[in-house]
């Protein structure tokens, strides 16, 4: 889909771009509670907000129109908004189709936001929305030559908005790119394998396990649009795999790092509480408390 028609079908519906969690749906369970979640709630508002960026797999208002596709508002942000039902849970969702994490010369419309960048994305949400916690899931589209498809740029990206994001008082977690080029139709993309490969491993070495969420995961071909996009199955697969994620993130499920360093550039992070840092000094790494 062109820049130009992704805009135009994007503009149409961009009062979709906030929901609150809706009724559960029936093939999907709620996994947690309010009292389990609440340290997700870091501006202890009494709501937990959720910032899903991305791009045109987290986008979820333009599907409808593919053969195969699913109703506008039903991507993975909604659903997971829906696996989260009872609590205090409010979604916004920021993706656009051909979106990436780096900086992109075209801002799209920030009067409906609509972003091309995961900076003016998150910029969008950190301003009056009182964000907790921020997924970042692009990569897709900048593995691609024409955009980028450095790894070590686009993982330099990634900190620099995580650091962003926890400034403001939000919680990172950065999504694991998925290996799109595994689709038996692929072709095109089968050429972003290495990047891919290379992105994630980076992902991983830069943040701790608490901090990512596995959208790497193989899906069935019975899960895709086409060789690229996910239809319904695949984004309610997604949904349980970010809500596995939140959960991590809450302490509720420990999640083993494996090979992972816990650096993260201005200090190091520890694998606890989602919200300490370790920071360095004459004796060693030291936890300091949640802010």
């Known amino acids: ?17 906030t929901t609150r969690a809706a009724q559960m749906p029936t093939d999907n369970r709620p996994a947690t509670t309010g009292a389990e979640m609440s340290i997700l709630d870091r501006n202890h508002d009494g709501q937990i ?10 986008s979820s208002i333009w599907q409808h129109a593919a053969p195969g596709g699913f109703p506008s508002g039903e991507g993975w942000c909604e659903i997971l908004g829906q696996l989260l039902a009872g609590l205090p849970v409010r979604m916004i969702n920021r993706g656009l189709g051909a ?14 936001n609509l972003f091309f960048s995961g900076y003016d994305q998150l910029d969008s949400v950190l301003v009056g929305e009182g964000v907790d916690v921020v ?11 024409e955009n980028n498809g450095d790894p070590s740029s686009i993982v330099d990206h990634y900190n620099r908005l995580a650091r962003r994001a926890k400034s403001s008082g939000a919680l990172p977690v950065v999504a694991l790119t998925p290996a799109v080029g595994l689709h038996p139709k692929s072709g095109k993309t089968r050429r972003s394998l290495a990047a891919i490969t290379e992105t994630n491993e980076r992902i991983t070495e830069m943040f701790p396990a608490r901090h990512t969420v596995g959208f790497d995961v193989v899906f069935d071909a019975a899960e895709f649009l086409d060789d690229l996009h996910l239809n319904g199955a695949g984004q309610k ?3 349980r795999t970010a809500l596995r994620a ?28 989602p919200g300490a840092v370790v920071a ?12």
Request: with cysteine; charged share 15%.
């Open 1 to 17: 889909m062109g820049r130009a028609a992704v805009v135009f079908a994007l503009l149409a519906a961009s009062g979709a771009t």
């Open 49 to 58: 907000t959720i910032a899903c960026l991305g791009d045109s797999n987290t």
């Open 99 to 112: 979106a990436t994490v780096s900086p992109r010369d075209g801002v799209g419309l920030p009067g409906a």
């Open 135 to 145: 997924l970042f899931a692009f990569g897709t589209n900048d593995v691609l030559p």
């Open 237 to 239: 697969r997604r949904a």
């Open 246 to 273: 939140l959960q991590s993130l809450a302490g509720q499920e420990p999640r083993s790092a494996g090979i992972r360093s816990l650096r993260w550039q201005a200090g190091l992070w520890s694998d606890g509480d």
């Open 280 to 291: 360095s000094g004459p004796q060693g790494p030291a936890a300091t408390p949640p802010p």
